[in-house]
């Protein structure tokens, strides 16, 4: 079985010299706190955190970690335009089951859209969509289009 919580980095700044060096506000440091205080009684001490290389995602798996004493592990493939059918097959490869990826919009919402409502293209209008510090926590036996289940969304 394997749990997997998808998350959208916190609240950034636009005051960067390109978009990878964004950094998170005040605001958003403080929805990836609350985020991650929801976590807590979800996640297990094996559970991994997989992040974006982005300042923006690292910040937020940084705030993560440290409330919930977690190993954290960059992923080149979460970056920022990386299309959600290549992270379903990284989650596919690999062999952690409790994992969390921090990542950006539109490809949280169309990789959870995707694993639970088997969503391939569709518009996501009325389906899951993801504001600065959601998480979606779901489990599995495999990560599959349409074949996970929606435990719960969590909003900071």
Same mark, same amino acid.
């Given at each position: 079985?394997?749990?997997?919580?998808?998350?959208?980095?916190?609240?950034?700044?636009?005051?960067?010299?390109?978009?990878?060096?964004?950094?998170?506000?005040?605001?958003? #440091?403080?929805? &990836?706190?609350?985020?991650?205080?929801?976590? @807590? /009684?979800?996640? *297990?001490?094996?559970?991994?955190?997989? %992040?974006?290389?982005?300042?923006?995602?690292?910040?937020?798996? #940084?705030?993560? &970690?440290?409330?919930?004493?977690?190993?954290? @592990? /960059?992923?080149? *493939?979460?970056?920022?335009?990386?299309? %959600?059918?290549?992270?379903?097959?990284?989650?596919?490869?690999?062999?952690?089951?409790?994992?969390?990826?921090?990542?950006?919009?539109?490809?949280?919402?169309?990789?959870?859209?995707?694993?639970? %409502?088997?969503?391939?293209?569709?518009?996501?209008?009325?389906?899951?969509?993801?504001?600065?510090?959601?998480?979606?926590?779901?489990?599995?036996?495999?990560?599959?289009?349409?074949?996970?289940?929606?435990?719960?969304?969590?909003?900071?």
């Amino acid at each position: 079985m394997m749990d997997l919580i998808v998350m959208r980095h916190g609240e950034a700044s636009f005051g960067a010299d390109s978009d990878a060096l964004r950094e998170l506000t005040p605001n958003g #440091r403080a929805q &990836a706190l609350r985020t991650a205080k929801q976590l @807590k /009684p979800m996640v *297990s001490e094996n559970t991994l955190i997989y %992040y974006s290389p982005f300042v923006r995602t690292e910040q937020t798996a #940084r705030l993560v &970690a440290d409330c919930l004493s977690l190993e954290m @592990k /960059p992923e080149k *493939s979460l970056q920022a335009g990386t299309d %959600y059918r290549k992270i379903i097959e990284w989650l596919q490869a690999i062999t952690d089951t409790n994992i969390i990826v921090i990542s950006h919009n539109p490809m949280v919402s169309q990789l959870t859209n995707a694993l639970v %409502y088997g969503l391939q293209g569709q518009s996501l209008s009325g389906s899951v969509i993801f504001d600065t510090g959601y998480a979606s926590c779901m489990s599995c036996d495999y990560p599959a289009y349409g074949c996970v289940d929606l435990v719960k969304m969590i909003k900071p």
